[in-house]
């Protein structure tokens, strides 16, 4: 073990008690220490100390008592003590101080793994330029999402490769055009006759499956690679011709080339077209499917814009994209206490499908005003006082747990009731009379939700204790699961952990200090 | 005398071939390394007519046919009518390629002498690939690599870049669809740019070890580099093993920020050797930290767009840097006159509506086109002045030490001042931080002298050509193309020459011979000297080439 420089030293009064914390990195993979890994230790006040292990994965810091984030990063891959996988926020902090054991930590360290492939046309000549979309399906922070997490395009030889990624479940989904048919090409191809029906890759999962029901899930461990080789077909394209009426150009044109989102697996996005024909404003070579349009404008200075959902077969289409003003998402907040005078607080309003996020001021008088294109949304709150919404309505739009479906050119009212009435719950998760660390408590409002934002989970420290700073106040069920991919927001998912769960009831400013015993997962 | 003819595959209108004809061509496509088919190349067949004063027109939408080759190379187009055509052919990976003939008058094809069994043949391209790893032997992951070519590019030697990867989490990389030649890799250290954000949403990076920017091969001089040679077909390797070592940070503000504007930085170490970092920069108050940086001495530069640059020197030595302030100085524009010393030159009517193009002839409307290019860069900035437009305006210089070159036609120069700068004696413009230098005054006499050379061919060149070294001070030598006649002599002719003496040499190679290297022109030998009279044309015959 090396001692590196020490950044903000951790300063240790000459007096001061000092514990041990120690332990050996392991690399899980190769079932051997990590050798030439950083491990760097913040301390409450951000003062941080870093040492390099050498062969036996060793480390060793002498510091006062208290709280502490431990990782090790080794070739840019940095896992936090007590996580498989590099999340921000989760991972266990260690705890310093008498009586804990922390001068023989193990410290599970687990190496990426990867996802590579070559993508090839049906002579099997590689498709260069084929765009590559690694799509995670998994938990995070008790939910499910599939969500894309990567892209990238094919070399000459028609070879992708992502990594590092993290293990997990994913899917892969390729996309691309002839390359005969790009640009220019495709236009000389045509000159030989009546230009024929341009051929188009529709996007195609691994193993080969056009239609997303037939992807399969790729397996990623700790350490390993998968191979997933993805064969397109060109099926007869069609052509799209866009106009945009109300976009306040010749032809009804469109202003700018408007984008195609082709729905996929969980909603995700996968394809635009890339062969735009300025004169016509039509797009060639569009693999058939089920698109939502965009498009954008400025027309007189007023900002207008419209998506539309349209099923593409085989053939030629043309698609009214009629420019709308946006949708107007208003509302205001009504705050159960005042808040201080120096308080800023934002309104997010995240799109479920993209999990994209756009917030927004709300005024002195709790008003806030957003345009934005239909979608669904999640509403939340964040700013300088933790606020929970503890009532949510809408006009002009239906809300269910949470969410605002947004139509387009809508005028939706929120009314906001918000709370910043909290109180804490702290204690330990155990099994039998031991300290459990690295477990999942999940705290579930007790009357049940659909809404995942009443869920909450913690992961426990080394010493196996949790600590809910900011509870809005209400009664709770407290349980601890034995695993740390538990889909807590799922009702269904954690119905056999409640039949065993502690009753929790948190009143204003009060703190619970509550042990809660360990559940085994539920085999199912 | 050959035409080449490439394929034009603009995007032309998408109409029918109307001529119909009873003759048809076919033929295969073909690896010219390997004489293996291609299959599903992209053939192009292009009918070449001549109009009523034996010009060649760009072809018409219906002169346009093009087919897809089968799985074993073949083509073939049929239903043409009699004449003279164009084939090409194209594919990724393959240099685009025209059918060559054995009759060396012309590569066309002849309907319907020609018919069938034509071979086009195609270079296959190569590609670059490599590693890289630290001296423990593993990976190193997200390092930025740069590809450049060291050649010769209008008689001065030219660094071109080709681009950069990004190495996976094997520590690979790959550059493809590169022609035959000789490259240089170079490891930028970690890749990244800058990041910038707003409010307190800064970006954290683990930067811990790192490396210096190196050559393949060592060196972090281009000169000192070992190339890579890349054939045609072939793939060659470039495999780093580098030392990494502490890495640290340098903490700073940029001054006279616009808040929310990207900025590049660069980290120049010895004042040159650019090499990558990763930087996060507040948006609103122009903070930055650059993470990556080994010990050592370096000159910082950021570039806010084309608006504003500083530099300012950084010494990293065993620990973070902090405090350092980059003042960003606005770029300025070089402007300047050219004075005509002398009668224009009437402006002739256009013979034929047909033929008229937007350039009547550097005769009519002579002018200069002024380039500053600096050491480092490639990239460089121009403006060009017309005599009938007599300003000019070169926009967005930032400070530093430029050579000035001038592109003169229809005249020639006889002074290039700024200030009290003589160009001509020496083509330096020096640019101070945030102050314009003098204008660049430029005096142009129209006309000039003529030469018609005649060279005997003795070896098959593509680019040979007469070069011209004045005897005085001037904008420098000169270049003059030739063109092969029918009688197997080579005939070469300029214009617009100052008035003066010369030593004329045949070069064997022009394209890479770099004549704007005062050393190179001290060593050549075996010249002709020729003297250039005002509205005269001289003529020499020339015996030998310099290789």
Sequence with gaps: ?524 | MRTVWLSILAPLALAALTSQGDYSVAGTVKNSITGEPIKGAMVVLIRVSENDMGIRPGPEPADIRTVMAGSSGEFSFTGLTKGQYALNAQKPGFVPGQYVSEDPETDMVDVPSSEGGLAIKLTPLGAIEGTIANQYGDPLRNVSVALFENNISDGARTITSHGTRVTNDLGQFRFWDLQPGKYFVKAMNRAGGTYTFAGTNSIRYDSWEGFRPVYFGGGTDIEAATPVAVEAGTQARADFKLPVEATYKIRGTLENYTPDQTVTFELLEGGDNPGDCRVSLNGSTGRFVIDDVPAGQYTLRATQQHVSRGDVPVTVNGGDTNGVSLGLAPAVSVSGTLHIDGPLPEIAAPRSTQWATPFRGAGANPFCQVTLQTANESFLLMGTAHARQAEFTIPNVFPGRYTVRLNCNGGYVVSAVSGSSDLLAEPVLTVPSGVAPPPIELVMKPGGGAIRGKLTVSSSSNSRALLLVPAFRSTGPVLVGGMEDDNGTLGFRGEYLAPGDYVAYTLADAANFEYRNPAVLRNLTGGTSVRIEDNKTTEIALTGEVK
């Design chain 1, 1 to 524: 073990m090396k001692i590196l420089w020490l950044a903000c030293a951790l300063a240790i009064p000459a007096a001061a008690q000092t514990y041990t914390i120690a332990g050996v990195v392991t690399d899980v993979f190769r079932a051997k220490p990590l050798e030439r890994a950083h491990v760097t230790l913040v301390g409450p006040k951000s003062e941080k100390a870093a040492v390099i292990t050498g062969a036996d994965g060793r480390f060793s810091f002498e510091v006062p008592a208290g709280k502490y984030t431990l990782e090790a990063e080794h070739n840019g891959w940095r896992i936090r003590f007590g996580n498989p996988e590099p999340t921000e926020g989760f991972g266990s902090a260690i705890i310093a101080g008498p009586g804990q054991q922390t001068g023989r930590l193990a410290f599970r360290w687990y190496a990426p793994g990867a996802v590579f492939g070559r993508v090839v046309d049906e002579t099997g000549e590689p498709v260069r330029d084929a765009a590559v979309q690694l799509i995670r399906d998994g938990v995070t922070r008790g939910r499910r999402q599939v969500i894309p997490v990567r892209n990238t395009k094919t070399d000459d030889r028609g070879d992708y490769r992502f990594g590092p990624v993290a293990a997990g479940t994913y899917y892969v989904v390729a996309t691309g055009q002839p390359w005969h048919m790009r640009g220019t090409l495709g236009a000389a191809l045509g000159a030989t006759g009546p230009r024929p029906p341009a051929p188009a890759y529709p996007p195609t999962y691994y193993p080969g499956a056009t239609d997303s029901r037939d992807a399969a899930i790729l397996t990623v461990q700790s350490g390993g690679e998968v191979r997933a080789d993805i064969p397109l077909r060109a099926t007869t394209g069609a052509t799209v011709r866009v106009r945009c009426p109300g976009s306040g150009l010749e032809d009804e044109a469109c202003q700018g080339i408007p984008t195609f989102s082709l729905h996929g697996i969980g909603g995700v996005e996968v394809h635009t077209p890339e062969d735009y024909d300025y004169a016509t404003h039509s797009f060639s070579g569009v693999a058939p499917g089920r698109y939502t349009l965009h498009a954008v404008a400025w027309v007189k200075e007023a900002y207008k814009e419209v998506y539309k959902v349209v099923d593409v077969g085989p053939g030629e289409f043309t698609f009214d994209l009629t420019m709308q003003p946006p949708a107007l998402i208003a509302g205001n907040v009504t705050f159960k206490n005042p808040l201080p005078a120096r308080a800023r607080e934002y309104i997010a309003l995240a799109n479920e499908t993209t999990g994209a996020s756009i917030g927004g001021e709300i005024a002195a008088d709790g008003t806030f005003a957003m345009y934005l294109g239909g979608a669904r949304f999640r509403v939340g709150l964040y700013g300088s006082v933790p606020l929970a919404i503890a009532q949510l309505s809408a006009d002009g739009a239906p809300v269910k747990d949470g969410v605002v479906d947004v139509t387009e050119s809508a005028e939706v009212h929120l009314k906001i009731l918000a709370s910043d009435e909290m109180g804490r719950v702290k204690g330990f998760a155990m099994n039998g009379d031991q300290p459990a660390p690295a477990v999942m408590v999940v705290l579930a409002p007790a009357a049940g939700s659909g809404n995942p934002a009443d869920y909450s989970g913690y992961q426990t420290e080394s010493d196996g204790s949790f600590d809910y700073l900011r509870v809005p106040v209400g009664d709770y069920l407290l349980f601890a699961a034995d695993r740390l991919d538990l889909e807590f927001t799922n009702p269904d998912v954690i119905r056999p952990y409640l039949q065993s769960a502690t009753p929790v009831h948190i009143a204003l400013r009060a703190i619970v200090d509550q042990r809660v015993a360990v559940t085994a997962a539920a085999r199912n």
